[in-house]
């Protein structure tokens, strides 16, 4: 089995931005934690601060992987092109959000996946990528 994690903008900084918010360890710590989880599963990695990268990244997996688990960050509440890409594809994807969304500005509260999405995680810090892996794998 084959998942692709996808991140967006801002999100290469996890460990350092907004500690508060997001925490202090770095997503490519966390993947490594996650490849030993799942060592059954193989995960690849992806991430830009580019709209027109997630979009020819989700074009380029969603046909091959099983599973996409995406966290767009801030892109979730702004990108059509990034809900009609989702849609485009027959991979099932997940939606992630670190922090929970709903208890931060109300701008943060609309994603234009979440409709597009198989699944929604929010505010469960980075412990929503496992359990978005976990959903990927029974669904199978």
């Given at each position: 089995?084959?998942?692709?994690?996808?991140?967006?903008?801002?999100?290469?900084?996890?460990?350092?931005?907004?500690?508060?918010?997001?925490?202090?360890?770095?997503?490519?710590?966390?993947?490594?934690?996650?490849?030993?989880?799942?060592?059954?599963?193989?995960?690849?990695?992806?991430?830009?601060?580019?709209?027109?990268?997630?979009?020819?990244?989700?074009?380029?997996?969603?046909?091959?992987?099983?599973?996409?688990?995406?966290?767009?960050?801030?892109?979730?509440?702004?990108?059509?092109?990034?809900?009609?890409?989702?849609?485009?594809?027959?991979a099932r994807t997940i939606e992630v959000h670190i922090s929970n969304v709903y208890s931060r500005e109300t701008y943060r509260h609309q994603s234009f996946l979440s409709s597009r999405c198989k699944g929604l995680?929010?505010?469960?810090?980075?412990?929503?990528?496992?359990?978005?892996?976990?959903?990927?794998?029974?669904?199978?």
């Open positions: 089995m084959k998942i692709t994690i996808i991140n967006g903008p801002n999100l290469n900084l996890l460990g350092q931005r907004e500690t508060g918010i997001y925490g202090r360890e770095s997503f490519e710590s966390y993947l490594d934690k996650l490849r030993r989880t799942f060592s059954e599963v193989e995960i690849e990695y992806f991430q830009s601060n580019h709209e027109g990268a997630l979009i020819d990244k989700i074009h380029e997996v969603g046909f091959e992987s099983e599973g996409i688990v995406l966290n767009a960050g801030a892109l979730s509440h702004t990108s059509l092109a990034l809900a009609d890409a989702v849609a485009s594809v027959p995680i929010v505010g469960l810090g980075l412990k929503g990528y496992k359990l978005a892996i976990q959903s990927l794998i029974w669904a199978e």
